[in-house]
């Protein structure tokens, strides 16, 4: 079995990992060679299976449910995942395509090269798993045990942690990274990558290690001094381009004979309360769709207001579009914070101004007028090492992530900023935005023990409304 998968702008067949042919056993002597088809290569094609698992990156980057709970996003015909109803969703098939993929990379691949940028992409990839879910499993995943144990989320960032330091140290010697679309093959690019990442993830666990000196600070710093450095200019972007035709940006297909998502009220309020320029490219108007409403009522809105706000100005949603992943913005606003919890001594207002007009630019936008940066609701009029200024650098992370719905809402549950008003119109019993996934009916049936323990953890149980590790 094959897949169709892009390579600069191409189609290419990439065979899975999960078909690296294992023979069947056949009669000694009887039949010789008469059932081996000779076009068939039993070596995975090591750059195709790199190219896919980079193919998927986009469509990680723009996944729209959790667009609906940080309220980027409005729904405007069928309302329910923005009404909060129960998300109890499988995570098993991510790990049996792109994350088997990588592995076999890492394991067989032709050199450390491709091997280190793997662990880069595997990394990301089991960061957005544990996000959703919470405990999944991690350190017995992908090496055969049918029925692997959900490691606690604790463990599963210092491993990703681990595993980002080893994979900038692992690049070394000529070794081409085959099928590598998105820095073509740049190891200097993937090296400041990781790094990036490695501060987005020590980042994330701040709720649980405040502190300077603790472990999310030392973490961060090694990043940060690291010598082969970090994304600090939007031409190293972490980004995902689209080719068009068959291989089309995510955010044209949302409006590919659809019109069920729009910009968000609340996000439109807020661009506008601030005077931010960015609402320009962020949506095709300045009408916001109201959130959380009953299909009845928003029916009736849309008909009223027929210029409501789709997601990105057009000229953003090509089918040849563009998919941001990790960019300069997002760490100098690490930067700013890391600065603004005493984790650092970089001057704070420096960096965080540079990451917001990192983002402006990111976006083809001229950078704010010093106006901008004076208003209440963007300074940083707090001494340094205080964490003060936490909220204005919280709400600068959530509009540079937009559209990346995972990244906003990820910022909102870790910071509690912007503040956010559940849907009045929500279903759920709590009637509060959700802060996980729920596992799915398929690790009950395939891995009963293992999930049970793993909810078992859980304060309230298997719920939306549970707070994951780094949330509590």
């Known amino acids: 079995m094959y897949r169709k998968i892009i390579k600069n702008g191409f189609v290419i067949l990439a065979a899975s990992v999960s078909l690296s042919l294992a023979s069947c056993k056949r009669y000694s002597g009887d039949f010789g060679d008469t059932n081996q088809n000779p076009a068939v290569t039993s070596t995975p094609i090591y750059g195709a299976l790199l190219t896919f698992a980079e193919s998927a990156l986009g469509g990680y980057a723009s996944q729209v449910r959790y667009g609906l709970y940080a309220q980027y996003f409005s729904e405007t015909q069928y309302t329910d995942i923005s009404l909060y109803s129960l998300p109890q969703l499988a995570h098993e098939g991510e790990y049996l395509g792109i994350l088997n993929d990588l592995q076999n990379i890492i394991n067989n691949g032709p050199n450390d090269n491709i091997k280190a940028v793997s662990r880069i992409l595997k990394t990301y990839y089991y960061s957005t ?7 999944v499993p991690y350190s017995q995943a992908l090496s055969g045990v049918s029925k692997p144990a959900f490691d606690k989320q604790s463990e599963i960032y210092t491993g990703m942690l681990s595993e980002l330091t080893a994979a900038v140290n692992q690049f070394g010697g000529t070794g081409v990274i085959a099928g590598d679309i998105v820095y073509g093959g740049n190891v200097a690019k993937w090296k400041k990558l990781a790094n990036s ?9 701040s709720k649980r290690f405040p502190a300077a000196g603790a472990y999310a600070a030392v973490q961060f710093n090694a990043a940060l001094n690291d010598p082969a450095g970090f ?6 972007n972490f980004i995902l381009a689209y080719p068009g035709g068959n291989f089309k940006s995510p955010w044209f297909n949302l409006y590919d004979g659809r019109r069920d998502i729009g910009e968000s009220e609340p996000m439109v309020n807020l661009l506008s309360s601030l005077g931010d320029g960015r609402q320009s490219v962020f949506g095709s108007s300045a009408q916001g769709v109201p959130y959380g409403r009953l299909r009845a009522y928003v029916d009736t809105w849309t008909g009223a207001n027929p210029n409501w706000s789709r997601v990105l100005e057009p000229s953003y949603r090509n089918e040849n579009g563009k998919v941001v992943v990790l960019s300069a913005a997002e760490t100098f606003l690490h930067r700013a914070e890391a600065a603004d919890r005493g984790w650092t001594s970089e001057n704070m207002n420096t ?3 540079q990451g917001i007009q990192a983002s402006f630019s990111q976006w083809g936008l001229t950078a704010p007028a010093p106006g901008y940066f004076s208003q209440s609701g963007v300074v940083l009029n707090q001494p340094a090492g205080t964490a003060a200024n936490l909220k204005n650098i919280a709400i600068q992370q959530y509009i540079g992530a937009y559209p990346d719905g995972l990244r906003g809402w990820n910022i909102w549950r870790r910071t509690g900023w912007p503040l956010l008003t559940p849907a009045p119109d929500a279903t759920n019993t709590s009637r509060q935005i959700p802060r996980r996934c729920t596992y799915g009916q398929t690790s009950y049936s395939s891995n009963a023990a293992a999930v049970n323990a793993a909810v078992a953890s ?3 149980g298997d719920t939306q409304d549970a707070k994951i590790w780094w949330d509590q």
């Open 129 to 135: 798993i544990t996000d959703r879910w919470g405990d």
């Open 197 to 205: 990442l490695r501060m987005r993830l020590a980042i994330q666990i």
């Open 231 to 236: 994304i600090s200019d939007n031409a190293d």
């Open 351 to 353: 960096v965080y101004q």
């Open 458 to 460: 859980l304060s309230g």
